[in-house]
């Protein structure tokens, strides 16, 4: 019996300014903090990754905007939680040399992320 493959809710990366997204450490470190413990606030996942939290915010945010996570629902309407968005992320560099040379940085910031001590 053949299994459909999950649904992806996130967007492929596919030009230069989505792909850019994840040659940044400290977005590729928050995704790995929110992958590990589900749901966290700006405040929580700074003490995760080691960074202020308005820094946090921002890549949050940044996070957000690609598709890549989403805000969890919260019973404190202060507490603004953010998780991790089912799926998947696929890397579709376009023709333009800026996107393989992005996509190029965004691989090397994956493959030398440092584990994060949680």
Not at 19 to 34: N, S
Not at 51 to 73: K, Q
């Amino acid at each position: 019996m053949r299994r459909e493959p999950p649904e992806n809710r996130i967007p492929p990366l596919a030009d230069a300014k989505s792909l850019r997204v994840l040659a940044h450490p400290l977005r590729v470190a928050l995704l790995d903090a929110l992958r590990i413990h589900g749901q966290l606030t700006a405040t929580e996942a700074a003490d995760v990754v080691d960074d202020s939290p308005s820094n946090v915010s921002f890549h949050l945010r940044v996070l957000g905007n690609a598709g890549l996570i989403e805000g969890a629902p919260s019973q404190d309407a202060r507490r603004r939680p953010w998780q991790p968005v089912s799926g998947f992320i696929e890397l579709k560099p376009g023709d333009s040399a800026e996107s393989r040379t992005v996509l190029a940085a965004a691989v090397d910031v994956i493959q030398n992320q440092v584990n994060i001590e949680l």
